[in-house]
Nanobody, 121 residues
Framework: VQLVESGGGLVQAWGSLRLSCAVSGNIFSIDTMGWYRQAPGKQRELVASIRSGGSPTFADSVKGRFTISRDNAKNTVYLQMNSLKPEDTAVYYC????????????????WGQGTQVTVSS
């Protein structure tokens, strides 16, 4: 399974960026898709996620500025980031999980390689 991210880069404060992440490979059914970020010296944190057919979840720090959407037919998730702040600077990682039914349901977690987002003041 591969997660291919795109859309990172350098932007000035109050600018916008749109991240995309496409999941491909031997997939049964992706459930949650989302984005995490990790700034230097900090732990990785959830930015936003959305379940298949569900409502999105956002970190408090990005509510009102970021939106998340997905195209289930393409197994692709998008993160629209508006009004960016220098504190949004981080490596952004795409995440997807896939529960596979069986005697016991096993959930597989998949991660992208990360894309750098840098916001200058």
């Amino acid at each position: 399974v591969q997660l291919v991210e795109s859309g990172g880069g350098l932007v000035q404060a109050w600018g916008s960026l749109r991240l995309s992440c496409a999941v491909s490979g031997n997939i049964f059914s992706i459930d949650t898709m989302g984005w995490y970020r990790q700034a230097p010296g900090k732990q990785r944190e959830l930015v936003a996620s959305i379940r298949s057919g569900g409502s999105p979840t956002f970190a408090d720090s990005v509510k009102g500025r970021f939106t998340i959407s997905r195209d289930n037919a393409k197994n692709t998730v998008y993160l629209q980031m508006n009004s960016l702040k220098p504190e949004d600077t981080a490596v952004y990682y795409c995440h997807a999980d896939e529960p596979r039914p069986g005697l016991v349901t096993t959930t597989y977690d998949y991660w992208g390689q990360g894309t750098q987002v840098t916001v200058s003041s």
